[in-house]
């Protein structure tokens, strides 16, 4: 009898001692504790590890194929506010696929923070180690991306904007990084155009309700409904497309070429990559805050590689 009795009091202390037992479960990353949470055994029935899928950078850039064709660069000596580095000469182009968009804050953050690059810009493992690749947005103009301490975020409520105060260093390291290439300047107007020979895809006007620019300002006498633009970049995608399913080929942000800015050729040309060298790149598109007429399909800018601008940023492409 007494031995069942004190079976029966070891079985309440055990159960006392379980039911009160508390111990510590750890999470670890590479041998490192980046978690810690006491818990109650008994309140615990199983674990389950959930590791949510990780959508890779490259599969949320859209694409359109741009078609194999001859065209051609540069604009005819007729064209209105036509600037003399716009010599005509025939281009051949093989086919290679665009980013239907400018590439956006969030997809930026995304190639930054995977790369764990910090507050100053540098991807020391990058083929530009020394090269800021972008800078954080702030004051009057802070509608990019800023460095919380930890990591790279866009600016509320501009996520699907244009990432701006990007370097030409810090476009083609994500385009590398993407498993792409910054458009050349012959890629660029080709399909900027997307067939037409006009000053502008849209023909020979662009309007307020076609591209995002200085709309105090339109294009050789052309006329607009409102004349107060947006003064401020605004989200990928807010107007209409070319024949080719690019998006905010005019206006918005100027868009980083690979090329060299240099004197055009006066010969056919097969998928020219521009001059060997050089001190500044080629940037296109036109922006918010320009007139029409630096919108235009032939219209051509530069600046240092090191550069970054409120009003800058760029698209991908991809070849086949």
């Not at 947005?137 to 800023?146: A, K, Q």
């Not at 998928?271 to 060997?276: A, L, S």
């Not at 219209?299 to 590689?305: E, I, Q, S």
Request: glycine share 10%.
């Amino acid at each position: 009898m007494k031995k069942i009795f004190f079976a029966i009091i070891g079985l309440f202390l055990i159960t006392v001692i379980l039911h009160a037992q508390t111990d510590t479960m750890y999470v670890m990353k590479a041998g490192m504790v980046i978690n810690k949470q006491s818990i109650k055994l008994v309140d615990v029935d199983s674990v389950i590890f959930y590791k949510p899928a990780i959508v890779p950078l490259r599969s949320t850039i859209q694409t359109s194929l741009i078609p194999a064709g001859i065209f051609f660069m540069g604009s005819p000596v007729n064209e209105v506010n036509r600037n003399t580095d716009e010599t005509q000469f025939a281009v051949s182009l093989s086919a290679f696929s665009m980013s239907k968009y400018d590439i956006t804050n969030a997809q930026f953050a995304t190639f930054l923070n995977a790369k764990s690059i910090g507050s100053n810009g540098l991807y020391a493992a990058g083929g530009y180690g020394s090269q800021v690749l972008i800078v954080a947005s702030s004051g009057s103009y802070d509608w990019g991306l800023h460095y919380n301490g930890t990591q790279w975020t866009p600016v509320v409520g501009y996520e699907n904007n244009p990432v701006i105060n990007v370097t030409w260093y810090g476009a083609t390291s994500f385009a590398a990084y993407v498993g792409g290439t910054l458009p050349t300047e012959a890629q660029w107007e080709y399909a900027c155009r997307g067939g037409t020979t006009t000053p502008f895809n849209t023909g020979n006007y662009l309007t307020n309700l076609q591209a995002n620019y200085n709309w105090a300002y339109p294009y050789n006498g052309g006329t607009n409904t409102v004349t107060t633009s947006p003064g401020k970049p605004l989200s990928v995608g807010s107007y209409a497309p070319n024949a080719y399913g690019l998006y905010d080929m005019h206006g918005n942000v100027w868009q980083w070429c690979s090329d060299w800015y240099g004197t055009y050729p006066t010969t056919v040309q097969t998928n020219p990559t521009g001059i060997t060298t050089g001190t500044a790149r080629v940037f296109r598109g036109g922006h918010w805050l320009g007139y029409a007429y630096n919108c235009r399909s032939a219209f051509r800018n530069h600046a240092p590689p090191t550069g970054y601008y409120n009003d800058m940023g760029f698209r991908v492409v991809f070849v086949p």
